[in-house]
């Protein structure tokens, strides 16, 4: 049986029915005209017993005054917005190839695997997205999984790795490079950055420094031409956000050689921040790393939990066919998530979940997720650079995200 759709308007309310038999099974959804509704499935002992509860149930609303309508869908836009993220998810996957080919880069069995995660990514979003029961309004209103599943094809980021080599001698560092470490620029304009620990004065750890244009290259996200540093202090034990780094962006125009300051100063190393090789254990015996260039990780994802918050499998709110495709998607996302210094991929906040900072309209510009480079509180703990873009101005911030 084709489905059937029906409609009752009246002073009173604007409201809608549908049915729909496939085999034994009888699939309903009702709700608001212009709403996307609730529905749920009935399961008969037979084909036949189908039929006539579905020829019952139309009796039923016809006699109070339900007339058959030509059903359109009121979740054709969340559908559509599903293909556009499907198709904007395929663009990078294709930048990804593109890159490798125009290397002459050989696609190892770990490049392959991402690739074809990827691809059945989008296939699988693709057939949920015909899934009628998927544009349902379900008991947690905040949980829409159109919403949920846009968000996790468009959380989908080709991520950088940092090629790096170890600075041996300061003296002859070009100080405006990226670097980790090491000995950025600083000027009579923008000294080293110092912060108070009680009534000392003291010098803040040299962290992360990007030269901004490079970024656009990687992205082809604009984030300016500056030079971008972040500076650790000692008391990254602090609530407080601002005590822990100091951001601050350096305007191309400052840059002058006549202006620069060449004077290497000693920092506190911070029990919660460590600049160290494997950092806990051995100082590191050179000052840090140059970064000479940059190569694809791969594509990241967020984390695969797709059902957190919405979906209880034992209330039969979706089809088995549905949950299926969502664990399925879920499966990929948990495999494609990974936790490592890369920029432009996925970060791995720990307290804060990131589609929160998403949101919000943040976007990751570097996740420091491994000990290469700094250990972060316990050395279990994350680290993210965050970009954020209005309109004309783009602002930056460091989020630490604790362990437990």
């Known amino acids: 049986m084709t489905k059937q759709y029906y409609e009752l308007t009246d002073d009173k309310s604007a409201k809608f029915w549908e049915v729909e038999q496939k085999d034994s099974t ?12 609730q529905s749920k499935t009935k399961e008969l002992d037979s084909q036949e017993d189908a039929t006539k509860e579905v020829e019952k149930l139309i009796k039923q609303k016809t006699n109070k005054g339900y007339v058959e309508a030509d059903a359109i869908p009121a979740y054709k836009e969340d559908k559509d917005n599903i293909k556009v993220s499907i198709s904007n998810l395929k663009k990078k996957l294709s930048k990804y190839k593109s890159y490798y080919k125009s290397n002459n880069t050989k696609i190892t069995k770990k490049i392959k695997k991402n690739i074809d995660s990827v691809d059945k990514l989008c296939k699988l979003a693709d057939k949920l997205s015909n899934c009628s029961d998927l544009y349902q309004e379900t008991k947690h209103k905040d949980y829409y999984l159109p919403n949920i599943i846009i968000y996790a094809l468009d959380s989908a980021e080709i991520a950088w790795n940092p090629v790096t080599k170890q600075c041996k001698d300061i003296k002859n560092i070009k100080r405006d490079s990226d670097m980790f470490g090491c000995f950025p620029w600083t000027s009579k304009s923008y000294p080293w950055p110092t912060y108070k620990n009680g009534r000392k004065e003291l010098y803040a750890a040299p962290g992360i420094q990007i030269d901004l244009r490079g970024m656009k290259k990687l992205d082809g996200a604009d984030l300016g031409d500056g030079l971008l540093q972040v500076w650790f202090t000692e008391d990254f034990s602090s ?56 190569k694809i990780d791969g594509i990241q994802t967020d984390d695969g939990n797709l059902f957190e918050g919405g979906v209880d499998e034992s209330e039969n709110e979706f089809s088995d066919s549905t949950l299926d495709l969502i664990s399925r998607m879920s499966e990929l996302m948990d495999e494609m998530h990974c936790s490592s210094t890369s920029f432009f991929g996925v970060p791995d906040p720990l307290q804060q979940p990131w589609d929160m900072f998403y ?32 309109k004309n101005k783009v602002d930056f911030s460091f989020d630490w995200a604790p362990y437990g």
Not at 245 to 270: G, Y
Request: a negative charge; hydrophobic letters at 30%; proline letters at 2%.
């Open 26 to 37: 009888v699939h309903l959804r009702w709700g608001k005209i212009d709403t996307n509704g």
């Open 239 to 294: 609530k407080a956000k601002d005590t822990t780094s100091i951001v601050r962006v350096i305007p191309r125009n400052m840059l002058k050689d006549k202006d620069l300051d060449d004077i290497f100063h000693d920092f506190e190393v911070s029990d919660y921040v460590n600049v160290s090789a494997d950092c806990w254990d051995d100082e590191m015996d050179f000052p840090g790393w140059i970064v000479s260039d940059y």
């Open 359 to 390: 949101r919000e309209g943040y976007r990751n510009l570097l996740s420091l997720g491994s000990e290469k480079y700094f250990c972060i509180g316990t050395g279990e703990d994350t680290g993210q650079l965050m970009y954020k873009k209005d």
